[in-house]
């Protein structure tokens, strides 16, 4: 829950940065905030894979060595 909510402000304030820019500067601005908007259901996807890989990264290493008790039984 700490990443995602990580993730989720760090998207937070680059939209409203972008959104300043919009305002500032027009067209260029909208268009970052289109591309922002692309990227930030990516980045939480990435950190969602990311999180999964540590947690099948962790099963593994687990059951080596629940398979390394069963031999040595």
């Known amino acids: 829950m700490k990443i995602?909510?990580?993730?989720?402000?760090i998207c937070l304030v680059l939209i409203?940065?972008?959104?300043?820019?919009?305002?500032?500067?027009?067209g260029f601005g909208l268009l970052l905030l289109a591309v922002l908007a692309l990227a930030a259901p990516i980045s939480i996807l990435v950190?969602?894979?990311?999180t999964q890989r540590k947690k099948q990264e962790?099963?593994?290493?687990?059951?080596q060595?629940?398979?390394?008790?069963g031999a040595g039984e």
């Open 16 to 26: 409203c940065g972008v959104m300043l820019l919009g305002a500032l500067f027009g």
């Open 65 to 69: 060595e629940l398979e390394g008790r």
């Open 47 to 50: 950190n969602i894979l990311e």
């Open 4 to 9: 995602f909510f990580a993730s989720f402000f």
């Open 58 to 63: 962790e099963l593994e290493k687990r059951i």
